[in-house]
């Protein structure tokens, strides 16, 4: 038995997903195919558009999925989010010409040019907006300069499509990264393989929110360094060749590192050390 997992074929997916899979020791052959198997994993990987992955989750023709949470929203099929993976990231925006003064309420009775009908439909029904929309499936970026529509609604990451196009960027609708989705029928040895995928999973999104720190400190000063720094359970302290001071190691959250970082160094630390964790099992 295996457990089937649908990924992009080719695009901005891509790449991340074949990745994840190989740091939780998935390996996958030349992903050109339409499908492989990996050799030390029970998981058949299927590549396709990421459009159709929600479809294909729910129909049972693919177990699990990884597909933008824009994608999810937009095609809005029984399927159940289970994991957030931290690439991907995008966000799902309102744009207008640069120039132009944007309000929500200066939205009513525009044309609004989009290939994300149902997410901003939503939207414009939360805040009793109608304007129209213009469903269009690529570059969404040249419809008002075409005269097609005075207001967009696409995806953003770095904002130099929308610079280069004359445009602003208004009000963000979503926020969006890829995410690991299943369908609701699993079997029980389906179900066993997906919890090992998940634990793997899981201590690899750890490790990376994560950093391992090695300092040195003062005896006098280990209760104030101590309490900056929570670690797993608490932090290991080993004494130092020199008399008087120790070796601290400890686990830090990627988040907290810079002001972390620098209260340590207030409290007297030194010879600081911060290295990259590779897999982290709570
Ligand atoms: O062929 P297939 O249908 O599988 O691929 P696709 O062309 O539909 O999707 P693809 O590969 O472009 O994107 C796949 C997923 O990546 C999306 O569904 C999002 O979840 C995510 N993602 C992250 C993005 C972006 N960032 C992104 N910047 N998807 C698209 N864009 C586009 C955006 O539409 C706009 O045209 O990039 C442009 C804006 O980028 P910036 O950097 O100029 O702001
Ligand atoms: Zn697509």
């Avoid at 339409?34 to 990987?45: G, I, W």
């Avoid at 570059?139 to 696409?154: F, K, M, N, T, Y």
């Amino acid at each position: 038995m295996k457990l089937k997992i649908a990924i992009q074929k080719s695009g901005r997916l891509s790449e991340d997903s074949l990745r994840l899979l190989k740091e939780c020791g998935i390996e996958i052959s030349n992903g050109s195919k339409l499908k492989s198997t990996s050799p030390n994993f029970p998981l058949e990987v299927f590549f396709l558009r990421d459009d159709d992955i929600p479809q294909y989750v729910e129909d049972s023709v693919a177990d699990i999925g990884i597909v933008g949470e824009n994608v999810v929203f937009e095609k809005n099929k029984d399927v159940q989010v289970l994991e957030q993976l931290g690439f991907g990231k995008c966000r799902l925006c309102l744009a207008v010409g640069r120039n132009e003064e944007y309000s929500r309420a200066a939205l009513q009775g525009k044309r609004i040019a989009t290939s994300y009908p149902v997410i901003l439909q939503g939207f414009l029904d939360r805040e009793n907006i109608t304007a129209e929309i213009h469903e269009i499936s690529g570059s969404v970026e040249i419809a008002p300069g075409i005269g097609l529509a005075e207001a967009i609604c696409d995806l953003v990451s770095t904002g130099s499509t929308l610079l280069s196009n004359g445009l602003k960027e208004a009000e963000t609708i979503l926020h969006s990264q890829a995410v690991l989705i299943r369908g609701k029928q699993l079997n029980t040895e389906k179900n066993a393989i997906l919890e090992q995928l998940l634990f793997r999973l899981r201590a690899v999104r750890q490790a990376k929110n994560n950093k391992y720190i090695l300092l040195n400190a003062p005896n006098h000063k280990l209760d104030q360094i101590i309490s900056l720094l929570p670690g797993m359970k608490s932090p290991t302290v080993l004494a130092l060749a020199t008399s008087g001071w120790s070796s601290v190691h400890s686990v830090i959250d990627e988040n907290d590192f810079w002001n972390i970082i620098q209260q340590l160094k207030e409290a007297g630390a030194q010879g600081i050390l911060v290295v990259p964790i590779e897999k982290m099992i709570l």
